[in-house]
């Protein structure tokens, strides 16, 4: 029996498209479980269907959302690991994972409960360190674009290609997305009070997006077109 640690060929000779189909597998199967999850709370504290104002949790419960969350996390992150060798390859990865399991839970919450009623719905998106909260679009648009940074990269990993990714861009890449961590928490703040979420704040919303989108496709580009001269 060969008990070798696998290597960076163990994954490479594996085609790209059978990664991509085993990755999104497993991440439309972990959004059926969290969508399952939010089906039975809201059952409980919003058998009228979710709306804001939110209805008080109990302590208890909230604490055990808050470890959920942070799980969730760490089992997405523990099947990159698991999944390849290299640590842009299990980033990549997780990007694919975490985003296609958005996508999908907001899909299977569709299915289930008819909700949202619309891209424009407002929905809480998470609770650490304080909430988030914005229209499902944005979440939804932020999960496609990570999936699709996931792919670029294992598609240049699968041909052996690594992209070099200096600690400046990887700054950047991080207050990109502080920023838009940002735009969902500025509304989540009104929610603590009992009130609504008021107003999206959009702009904040765009300048991170694109702040993280515009330096990844310029990065990305360079570093393939370099690579094949």
């Known amino acids: ?17 059978r990664q991509i189909v085993w990755l999104s597998l497993w991440a439309v199967a972990f959004a059926f479980i969290e969508s399952s999850v939010v089906v039975y709370l809201r059952k409980i504290y919003y058998p009228e269907g979710f709306a804001f104002p939110l209805t008080p949790i109990e302590p208890n419960i909230l604490l ?5 969350e942070a799980m969730t996390l760490v089992v997405i992150w523990t099947t990159a690991q698991l999944s390849y060798t290299r ?4 980033v990549a ?13 907001y899909i299977f919450l569709k ?22 909260v914005g229209p499902v679009w944005a979440p939804m648009l932020v999960a496609m674009t990570l999936a699709a940074f996931g792919i ?4 240049e990993n699968a041909n052996g290609r690594y992209i070099p990714y200096s ?18 928490i500025i509304p989540g703040i009104d929610i603590f009070e009992g009130g609504d979420p008021g107003t999206f704040p959009s702009a904040i919303f765009w300048i991170g ?3 993280g989108l515009i330096p990844f496709l310029r990065h990305h580009y360079k570093s393939i077109a370099s690579g094949r001269k």
């Not at 640590?87 to 299990?90: A, F, I, Y």
């Open 64 to 68: 055990n959302e808050l470890v959920r």
């Open 152 to 155: 670029c990269i294992l598609k």
């Open 111 to 132: 299915i289930v409960l008819d909700w949202p009623a619309s891209f424009g719905t407002w929905d809480i998106l998470f609770l650490i360190p304080t909430p988030w």
């Open 167 to 184: 600690w400046r861009f990887v700054v950047l890449e991080g207050i990109a997305g502080t920023i838009i961590v940002l735009s969902f």
């Open 93 to 105: 990865a997780f990007l694919i994972l975490f985003g296609i399991w958005d996508i999908f839970y």
């Open 1 to 17: 029996m060969n008990t070798s640690m696998p290597t960076d060929s163990d994954t490479i000779d594996h085609p790209l498209a």
């Open 209 to 211: 997006y694109l702040f």
């Open 87 to 90: 640590l842009q390859s299990r």
